[in-house]
């Protein structure tokens, strides 16, 4: 399995709180990307990252930043957290970009009271 | 309209059946992944495939370029294949994925 680490698994925050979701890998791979997974949508990208302090916006970025300080770590902030940003998130990594396997984690189901 | 479809959506077959998914997609892609997701679990790749067919164990992937279409196939099903499978097509243009909405495979004793 692709060393692919999600923290934390489950969280309950309520509404306008900040929360940060962590992506840690051991693979070194150059892209890590955040989906959020709802019922009837599939996974969306939130934002992706192609480097160190290189990121971009997907299709569902506004709520949502990223930082990426060192390739192993991928951070997900909820400024202020809203009931609609309940979701399960996923991260993922690839070596390179297109026609490269995609390696996911566990997951982090987060709920917005 | 989505990207990549999906179909059927929800999918129940008795022990042993043979088992075929289907996935379209009209933007251009540089390879189509096929995924795995068991309820309440992460997701595991399956296959990655650009051109041809690939297999292993029990599961086929094939995909033809030309129509833009790949199917996954199951033999000789078994209940711990019961899962939701997610094809996703990977953007030649951009660094992200197109992912299908999923089809939930049940699969009876």
């Known amino acids: 399995d692709a060393g692919i680490t999600q923290s934390p698994r489950h969280k309950v925050t309520e509404t306008g709180t900040p929360v940060t979701l962590r992506c840690h890998q051991t693979e070194n791979h150059r892209y890590m990307y955040w989906y959020r997974q709802d019922p009837g949508h599939g996974l969306r990208l939130i934002h992706y990252s192609y480097g160190v302090k290189d990121t971009d916006k997907g299709e569902v970025s506004d709520g949502y930043s990223v930082s990426r300080s060192k390739t192993e770590d991928f951070l997900l902030t909820l400024e202020s957290a809203t009931s609609s940003q309940t979701s399960v998130y996923f991260c993922?990594?690839?070596?390179?970009?297109?026609?490269?396997?995609?390696?996911f984690g566990q997951g982090t189901r987060l709920t917005v009271v | 309209k989505n990207e990549v479809e999906q179909s059927p959506q929800n999918l129940t077959a008795q022990e042993g059946e043979f088992i075929t998914i289907n996935c379209s997609y009209s933007?251009?892609?540089?390879?189509l992944h096929w995924l795995q997701q068991h309820p309440g679990g992460g997701i595991v790749s399956l296959f990655m495939l650009s051109s041809g067919k690939k297999k292993h164990g029990r599961l086929i992937a094939t995909i033809n370029i030309q129509e833009k279409h790949s199917s996954l196939h199951i033999t000789a099903s078994h209940p711990r294949d019961s899962a939701v499978y997610i094809c996703?097509?990977?953007?030649?243009?951009?660094?992200?994925?197109?992912f299908g909405t999923g089809t939930s495979l049940t699969v009876i004793p």
């Open positions: 993922a990594i690839s070596e390179e970009r297109g026609n490269t396997e995609a390696f």
């Open positions: 996703a097509g990977a953007s030649n243009t951009g660094n992200q994925f197109y």
């Open positions: 933007v251009g892609i540089s390879a």
